[in-house]
Every structure is written in C-alpha cells, then in structure tokens.
C-alpha cells in the first residue's frame, strides 16, 4: 500500500529559527515528489522534486530529494509567522491511464512560529 | 482568473439527505479531482475524471458518484449522506504535471 509519512506531525518554534521538515515515501511507479503549504483553506503548491540531490530553492524555502533513501526533506530558514501552516508532502503516482496523477498525500506537519 | 472555486462553502445534512457539490475552473484543465480531508489523515481522492465526458474511481469511492458534463465542471453527489461523509472536500485540478491546483474546501457536517 502507498504511503507517505511526515515527522514530526506538530513543531513549534520561535520566529527567526531554522525548521526541517521530514518526509518518507513508499510510492508504487513513483515519479514526484511535492511539497503543499495548506493554511487555512486549499492546499498551494511550493515544490516539485523528480531528481535525487538537486536542491530546488524559493526565498526561505528549500527541498530536497533523495530517490535512494525514499526521503526528502523541507527547510525553511529565518521562518517568520506567515510561515505558520500545515505543510504537506506528497507523492506523485504514475498509472497506465491517460493523464492520471495521482496523488498520495502525508498527514501533514503542523508548523507554529511565535513571535 | 478565479482558479479553482467550489459551491457551497459550508453545509449541513441530515442522514439520507442527498446533495451535490460543485467545482468549476477557469485554467482549461483537462484534469480535475475530488479529495476528502479528515483529522490526522492526508487527503485521499475520492474520484477523478482524466477530461469532459469522463471519470474514473479514486481510493475512497463508495458513497459518491460525480459528473463531468463540460470540462470546466466537476460535481461530486451524495445520494444519500452518512456521518461517516463528514469531512472537508476539495477540488482540484491540472494540466499534465503532478502540480495540481486546490479550491477553498466545502465543510460538510452530516448529523
């Protein structure tokens, strides 16, 4: 059975520190792997990652995959409190069928910075 | 451009009462997505349709059924709701990549 499982599933933390936010997968014909920040409504996308060791960077956040060890990982440096959010990964599933990606959320890590 | 939008926000039915959910996107998808989100789970897709005309059974079907008569349109029904369908239901959509675009969510209680 497919699964993604995210570590930890709650953090808090103090404006300006450095979080990393885990991610293992076990995904059948996995091709992706994604990264969502859900706030308080729909999920938005920040990341895509199809390639082992090739860091993929926007402002304060960067991930990373490894395709070897089934595992990625989410930083966010100098986090501030917009940063506070659940943060989702989510493996990308190939199928036979035309066009269908599916997707195989994680739990979620629930992410709280305090000013 | 509205994106992704879903009617209505929120809504509460009895056992047995029956509803429909409405998606609609304005991005020309030809992918879209009916997810439900529960506590302490991940979203699971309950259908999905690969273009217009077209669907196809997600991992938590049962329960549901959905149309997709024109394709900026995607309904998700309820025939006949049980509590076990209380949940927070999102629409997406996409293009191809596993990058998919999420509406705000319809809180849905069934007592």
Redesign the interface.
């Known amino acids: 059975e497919d699964k993604?499982v995210q570590s930890p599933l709650s953090l808090v933390v103090h404006e300006g520190d450095t979080v990393t936010l885990n991610c293992s997968y076990e995904v059948t014909n996995f091709?992706?792997l994604?990264w969502y920040k859900q706030e308080k409504?729909?999920?938005?996308?920040l990341f895509?990652l199809t390639s082992s060791g090739i860091e993929k960077k926007s402002g304060r956040l960067s991930s990373i995959l490894d395709k070897k060890e089934l595992f990625s990982i989410l930083n966010i440096t100098a986090t501030q409190t917009g940063d506070s959010a659940v943060y989702?990964c989510?493996g990308?599933r190939g199928t036979i069928?035309?066009?269908?990606?599916?997707?195989?959320?994680?739990?979620?890590t629930r992410l709280t910075i305090n000013p | 451009n509205a994106g992704v939008t879903q009617t209505p926000k929120f809504r509460v039915l009895k056992t047995g009462q029956s509803m429909t959910l409405l998606c609609a996107q304005d991005m020309n998808h030809e992918y879209m997505y009916w997810y439900r989100q529960d506590p302490g789970m991940g979203l699971r897709l309950i259908h999905y349709s690969v273009g217009e005309g077209t669907t196809a059974k997600g991992e938590v079907p049962d329960g549901y059924n959905v149309s997709r008569l024109k394709k900026q349109n995607f309904l998700l029904g309820l025939e006949s709701a049980a509590p076990s369908q209380t949940s927070v239901y999102f629409c997406a959509s996409g293009q191809g990549s596993y990058e998919q675009y999420f509406g705000p969510g319809t809180r849905l209680t069934v007592t």
């Open positions: 993604v091709r992706s994604l409504k729909a999920p938005t996308f895509m989702l989510v990308g069928k035309k066009g269908a990606q599916k997707l195989v959320f994680g739990q979620g």
